[in-house]
């Protein structure tokens, strides 16, 4: 399976690899373990862990551990981890986690729908720890509504505005990107740097408000005020994929979308 993953990753551009098990409540814990001691280890490894208060009692009823304590006492946790949501810890978790230099992947979108709860990112942020942002369940597809839901999220639990001290926008933008390319196995820093392959979402600075915008204000604007709407495509290797709300493939994918759903019969 890895050999046959290999090939078709390579079929892509920009396409990279990584392995996964869903989470301590879907895979049994000695697979865990036999996957990530026998798996690549130079990959992205991926994890759902800690999400749901059930998860923790269910956990304690078949380990007797907490999800996350049973995750650190078990396997070499590192910055290849990247542990998706990480809701419920206890303080011993949550600087164990933060020590270990993993990354915690947030989704709050859907975090949101399923009334998970919310992690508690100033204590981690405090800390040192490491984050990104997924969407998981797809229940939202807009990075700057997850980036919002996250800093107001924050707000809510402290009572306070400047959950961030500092430039919020930026500092959420930095972390996120940097931490979600090395989800994705990307290692390089400037991911602009001349003669990389030029990967970007392609924003309007002649939409309201951003049109008049100081350049000092301009991320917040975009990331506190913008939606989808406001994006004029997206731009792979160079080419553009997505071009004014249209995708190359748009019909393929639209005609495909709805075999796929008719055969779920669900909605």
Same mark, same amino acid.
């Given at each position: 399976?890895?050999?046959?993953?290999?090939?078709v990753?390579?079929?892509? @551009?920009?396409?990279?690899? !990584?392995?996964?098990?869903?989470s301590?409540r879907a895979?049994d814990?000695? /697979?865990?373990?036999?996957?990530?001691?026998?798996?690549?280890?130079?990959? *992205?490894?991926?994890?759902?862990?800690?999400?749901?208060?059930?998860e923790?009692? /269910?956990?304690?009823? #078949?380990? !007797?551990?907490r999800?996350?304590q049973?995750?650190l006492?078990?396997?070499?946790?590192?910055?290849r981890?990247?542990?998706?949501h990480?809701t419920h810890?206890?303080?011993?978790e949550?600087?164990r986690l933060?020590?270990?230099k993993?990354?915690?992947?947030?989704? *709050?979108?859907?975090e !949101?729908?399923l009334?998970d709860?919310? #992690?508690r990112?100033?204590?981690?942020?405090?800390?040192?720890?490491?984050?990104?942002?997924?969407?998981?369940?797809?229940?939202?597809?807009?990075?700057?509504?997850?980036f919002?839901?996250?800093?107001?999220r924050?707000?809510?639990?402290t009572?306070? $505005?400047?959950?961030f001290?500092?430039?919020?926008?930026?500092?959420?933008?930095n972390?996120?990107?940097?931490?979600? $390319? %090395?989800a994705?196995? $990307?290692?390089?820093?400037?991911?602009?740097?001349?003669g990389?392959? #030029?990967?970007?979402?392609?924003?309007?600075?002649?939409?309201?408000?951003?049109?008049?915008?100081?350049?000092?204000n301009r991320?917040?604007?975009?990331?506190?005020?913008?939606?989808?709407?406001r994006? %004029?495509?997206?731009?792979?290797n !160079?080419n553009?994929?997505v071009?004014?709300?249209h995708?190359q493939?748009? @019909?393929?994918i639209?005609?495909a #979308?709805?075999?796929?759903?008719?055969?779920l019969?669900?909605?």
């Amino acid at each position: 399976m890895l050999d046959a993953s290999q090939s078709v990753v390579k079929s892509y @551009h920009s396409g990279s690899l !990584g392995f996964s098990v869903h989470s301590l409540r879907a895979v049994d814990l000695a /697979d865990i373990v036999k996957t990530f001691s026998q798996g690549p280890k130079e990959l *992205p490894f991926h994890l759902h862990v800690a999400e749901q208060q059930k998860e923790v009692e /269910d956990c304690l009823a #078949f380990s !007797g551990k907490r999800p996350m304590q049973w995750l650190l006492d078990n396997l070499t946790v590192n910055e290849r981890f990247h542990l998706v949501h990480s809701t419920h810890l206890n303080d011993e978790e949550l600087s164990r986690l933060t020590k270990s230099k993993a990354n915690v992947v947030l989704c *709050p979108s859907t975090e !949101g729908n399923l009334g998970d709860g919310i #992690f508690r990112m100033k204590e981690y942020v405090k800390m040192g720890g490491h984050w990104s942002i997924g969407t998981d369940s797809h229940i939202g597809l807009n990075p700057f509504e997850e980036f919002r839901m996250i800093d107001y999220r924050q707000r809510l639990v402290t009572n306070k $505005r400047n959950t961030f001290e500092g430039d919020a926008a930026l500092t959420m933008i930095n972390e996120s990107v940097m931490r979600g $390319r %090395m989800a994705m196995g $990307r290692k390089t820093v400037d991911h602009f740097e001349i003669g990389q392959p #030029f990967d970007a979402v392609i924003i309007s600075a002649t939409t309201h408000l951003l049109a008049d915008t100081s350049e000092k204000n301009r991320l917040a604007t975009i990331l506190f005020t913008g939606d989808s709407s406001r994006n %004029m495509g997206t731009i792979i290797n !160079g080419n553009w994929v997505v071009k004014n709300q249209h995708h190359q493939n748009g @019909h393929m994918i639209k005609v495909a #979308f709805a075999k796929a759903m008719k055969e779920l019969s669900n909605r």
